[in-house]
């Protein structure tokens, strides 16, 4: 599968955490490629099988965005906004975005004070969420037809920009990229009989209340999950241990993670010469790996990130070769279980 070309069209549907639906029919295609299981649970997420027979193996990437939400109308028609998600208002003055309207979707771009007309003490300020607007051009009684408080509000969509050493950069790379990935597995595993069972899951809501991943479990019961996600790419100013080299996928070490089946994946790379590095994190991961964790009475977890270049804006960088090792990785991981059969639970045993 092209890699770039399914991230662009991930990228272009919308889907700000708690308003998934548009985003989750696309990857829904996107999975019945590969499989005709493909499910939609209560709250939204979806998640397709492949395989059958023990374990359960369950793969998770988060489909949400990050965004913004209506909250007024102005008297002149233009709209202010609350955060959905993390957010950094510093980045949002110039940004080109669409308002999700009630039968349309509206182009519109975020304003604010500009510097002539600021004291000086504003000079010296950062831009609050509360000193911006969006302005779509539409009077007031237009935009009341069109637009509601409470309607999301998104970055503009563009193709994604080619870099050089295959890296590109968007928005919304978190966590799409990682949903692509999920699919590039999917393709590599449709080609092999699986003696366990494989379930990829989408999942809603992990940019604001990780609901998502507080309920697939229930629906899926997995002997095991793999949580894929963003860390942070290495940057001027940003280096160990907080950040990771492009071409790096790390896994985590810490409270959020199994150490058991942190050594079958690690097992799994050297066999496919995958390059894995150790990222540590004594608490909880930001991700969808916690949420998993303590469910159930406890699911054998474990963490896999692609490094990504300056997370939560519209400018997300990351490499597509890397997507596609993870890819590989998560193959190799789901056929080395499938092969040692009733074995895998002995491996998982923490008490040898």
Known sequence: MDILNAISELIKADGVSGHEHNVAQLIKEYFRKYTDMVYEDKLGSVYAKMGSGSPVIMIMAHMDEIGMIVTKIEDNGM?????????????????EVVVVGKNEKIKGIIGALPPHLQTAEDKNKAYMLDDLVVDTGLSYDTVCKKIRIGDTITFDTVEPLKLSNNLVSSKTLDDRSHVVAMFRAMEILSKVKLNCTLVFCASRDEETT??????????????MAIAIDVTHGKTPGVGEPDAFEMDEISIIYGANA????????????????????????????????????????????AILSVPVRYMHTTVETLSTDTINELARLIAQFAMDISDIGDKWEEKLCLDD
């Open 258 to 301: 199994h150490p058991k089946l942190n050594e079958m994946i690690e097992n799994s790379a050297d066999e496919a010469n995958i390059k894995l590095a150790i990222e540590v994190c004594m608490g909880r991961s930001g991700t969808d790996g916690w949420g998993i964790q303590v469910l159930r009475g406890g699911i054998p977890t």
């Open 210 to 223: 990780g609901t998502g991943a507080r309920t697939l479990p229930y629906t899926v019961n997995p002997d």
């Open 79 to 95: 709209l202010r906004m609350h955060k959905v998600g993390g957010i950094d208002p510093r980045v949002l003055p110039g940004s």
